[in-house]
């Protein structure tokens, strides 16, 4: 894989084609488990693990799975992973796991995970899977914790279980506060990813008229 390769894999899961504020994708796990931050840093870590392991052997076995059963096969191949996943939690942050509750489980229907089997793992070999399993995992993840950490400093008045104060707005740590912070920050993602492409355009054309 060559190093413009890799940069393009890297941009289109973490900015570009982000899985939550660009396209999204997984919107159930963001908006439940978001009220806190360390549980949302739990379910990013879980999905990305589960999108790397699943699209490195999906891609692998690209070439062998027959067309007519793959999301069956594709399924049966991440569910694998995710029940490692809620054994690893179960005995090891048992707090975690609790804290999730039936979203860990859901991870095996994750549009997110489905979606990058089916699009890129299954066409791609298998260290540019590996890759994007990372990067769209990444920008998942940080969408997800930075979601946590407004809602519950603002719900909580805590960060990662810590108290920061004893100011609460509990309109945060609702469904309400949830799609409120969601919108916003949707809003606010596309408006700065907008005027980078639109900086990146300007420049390329300069580039080109000097280079004429």
């Known amino acids: 894989m060559t190093g413009q390769r890799f940069k393009k894999i890297a941009t289109d899961g973490v900015l570009v084609n982000n899985p939550t504020f660009r396209l999204v994708l997984g919107t159930c796990p963001t908006l439940a488990v978001s009220s806190a931050a360390f549980n949302s840093l739990g379910m ?3 999905v990305m693990f589960v999108l790397i392991c699943s699209n490195s052997i999906i891609s692998a076995l690209r070439k062998v799975i027959p067309n007519e059963v793959r999301i069956p096969a594709f399924i049966l191949i991440i569910a694998t992973f995710v029940t490692i996943v809620r054994m690893a939690l179960y005995k090891y942050v048992p707090s975690l796991y609790n804290s999730l509750g039936v979203f860990l489980p859901l991870i095996v229907v994750n549009c997110i995970i489905l979606g990058r ?3 890129f793992a299954r066409k791609n070999p298998v260290l540019d899977s590996a890759c994007d399993g990372l990067f769209t995992g990444l920008g998942f993840t940080l969408a997800i914790t930075l979601m946590g950490i407004i809602r519950e400093v603002l719900g909580a008045g805590q960060l990662f279980g810590m108290k920061l104060w004893d100011f609460q707005i509990g309109f945060f ?3 309400a506060g949830a799609f409120l912070v ?3 920050m949707i809003a606010g993602f ?5 005027n980078f492409e639109h900086k990146r ?3 390329n054309y300069v580039e080109i008229m000097q280079a004429k």
């Open 182 to 184: 969601y919108g916003l």
């Open 44 to 46: 990013g870590l879980a």
């Open 173 to 175: 740590s609702n469904t």
């Open 117 to 119: 089997a089916e699009s």
């Open 190 to 194: 596309n408006a700065l990813y907008e």
């Open 201 to 203: 355009k300007e420049k």
